[in-house]
């Protein structure tokens, strides 16, 4: 949500505008209580003022009050029809509510308004983005940009779009120029890292990555721990603890746990690690690591000398593509449960594990967006599902991935174990049981990775950077081969090669 601006766009009484200040003052110290006051004295004293009903709209949603803040955006809208900046900033709530068809109906409207108002082009582009319109929005944003050159958040926002149309070099050019304008701007440093891990460059890469903490980026991704100890920067570890604390998704953490058994080298004492609770039984199979805290809500962790977050310890031991530490498995199911498992599942000379879709990240519009680029309907494994002679086995969670299976033909549904799965610990039995698992971009491709098992990873045009830009392969996981797409959206003939592939390994 974009700050009230600072500049009124006439005249206004000198109490008003004091009060005005105020609210800014108040709003930027994210006093909202107090701002929305200020701010409505402000359109007591000045009711013809739009920018005073903007910055009330704008506080008020920050108080979570989104009926009346648009409310009064629309008499705004009524009371100053050809005013650009309440058409703006009406399209900002609309985003901010999930309604985008209208948002950029609005957006378009504050353009018509002023060809030149570079910054309704940005937030339209933000939503064409989202919304995967990528020709469109960059088409959008190069027009902000012809109006503004020197637009830091147009620039990093053109690179976002050029990285998922599969120009990561472009991407970084314009991220470096919005950094040469804005060399603090978070945003941009977070998107040139991503940029550079797909392109190897892990150096750079993880040094900008560690702008991910950095109040600046608005819907956090990182969360520090509930600590009153330091986090680790590096210092030594001889004859002390240390807490390794999870990020992001379920992925990530599985991916980068493998740091963790790396601390003992440094002569960390005490190792531990903190995880999401379906993965605690899996993650004490870390070697070297000497406790694992589920993140429940129950008990306690008890005090560390210091903490990092799993996501920056490759940046803490500067790693490159040469010395990832790629040994695996690192990860092992428990003998117990593979042989339960084993009795369970349908015999079979080559028995494949299959995930299509990943979770669909409803919060947001941009997660939305990229779960749909990553992932497709049982249907459009077909292909797969018909090559002969092949157990298939439904790794897949959730009920509407069980209905997408009734509604498959019975002679070729996957076996579907997935009910009687408690957790992570379950899945890897499952997967060290198998022969193969296919699967699109999700936690269960960095699981089989873990377990050192063969995973066919499918990948989006514009794939995620861990599985590095125009490779096969994965210095992650050395079994892993991924077969990326090579148009955007065309998932069809990435099944039909992964079913040939299939084929042949079947034989």
């Known amino acids: 949500m974009n700050q009230p601006a600072q500049e009124p766009a006439r005249r206004v009484n000198q109490d008003a505008m004091s009060l005005y200040k105020l609210g800014r003052d108040h709003y930027g110290r994210q006093e909202f209580e107090l701002a929305e006051t200020a701010f409505r004295k402000v359109t007591e004293i000045e009711p013809g003022w739009p920018q005073a009903k903007i910055a009330l709209s704008s506080t008020l949603q920050k108080r979570s009050c989104n009926p009346e803040a648009e409310s009064i955006l629309r008499q705004a809208l009524v009371q100053f029809p050809g005013d650009e900046s309440v058409q703006n900033a009406l399209g900002l709530l609309l985003c901010e509510t999930n309604r985008m068809e209208e948002a950029g109906e609005h957006y378009r409207e504050a353009i018509h308004l002023n060809p030149d108002f570079y910054q309704a082009k940005n937030n339209l582009g933000v939503l064409l983005t989202n919304l995967d319109k990528l020709p469109e929005a960059e088409s959008v944003l190069r027009s902000g940009l012809a109006s503004n050159e020197n637009s830091h958040q147009m620039l990093s926002n053109l690179g976002r779009v050029l990285a998922h149309q599969g120009k990561p070099g472009e991407a970084i050019q314009a991220y470096r120029q919005a950094l040469a304008i804005s060399p603090d701007f978070a945003e941009a440093k977070l998107n040139l890292s991503h940029a550079l891990f797909a392109l190897g460059e892990y150096e750079e890469g993880w040094s900008l990555y560690e ?20 986090m680790w920067h590096g210092e030594s570890l001889d004859g002390k603890s240390i807490l390794v604390w999870p990020e992001q998704g379920f992925g990530d953490t599985i991916q980068f746990c493998r740091y963790a058994s790396r601390l003992k080298s440094r002569g960390a004492e005490r190792v531990s690690i903190a995880c999401q609770p379906e993965l605690q039984r899996l993650f004490k199979s870390l070697q070297d690591v000497d ?12 005090r560390h000398d210091y903490w990092c977050h799993v996501m920056s310890l490759p940046h803490r031991f500067g790693s490159t593509l040469e010395t990832i530490p790629g040994s695996t498995p690192y990860l092992r199911a428990d003998a117990e449960r593979i042989s339960w498992w ?92 198998l022969d193969l698992v296919i699967t699109v971009d999700s936690s269960v491709a960095h699981v089989a990775g873990a377990l050192n098992k063969p995973v066919w990873i499918l990948s989006r045009f514009d794939g995620c950077w861990r599985w590095l830009y125009d490779r096969d392969d994965s210095p992650w996981y050395p079994r892993a081969r991924v077969f990326r797409q090579r148009e955007r959206g065309d998932w069809a003939s990435v099944i039909v090669r992964v079913a040939q592939e299939l084929q042949n390994l079947r034989g």
Not at 211 to 230: E, F, K, L, Q
Not at 292 to 301: C, E, K, P, R, W
Request: charged letters at 20%; aromatic letters at 8%.
């Open 211 to 230: 702008s991910r903490y950095d109040p600046a980026i608005g819907a956090h991704i990182t969360v520090a721990p509930p600590a009153v100890w330091p």
């Open 291 to 302: 406790a694992v805290y589920a993140l429940d809500g129950n008990g306690t962790i008890q």
């Open 342 to 433: 084993r009795e369970r599942l349908p015999r079979g000379r080559l028995r494949v594990g299959l995930v299509w879709a990943g979770d669909p990240r409803r919060n947001t519009a941009a997660a939305r967006t990229m779960d749909s680029r990553r992932s497709v309907s049982v249907d459009s494994f077909l292909p797969i599902l018909r090559v002969p002679d092949v157990t298939f086995v439904s790794l897949q969670k959730g009920e509407i991935a069980r209905q997408q299976i009734f509604n498959l033909p019975a002679d070729l549904r996957p076996y579907d174990p997935m009910g009687l799965v408690a957790d992570f610990l379950d899945t890897a039995s499952i997967i060290a049981s």
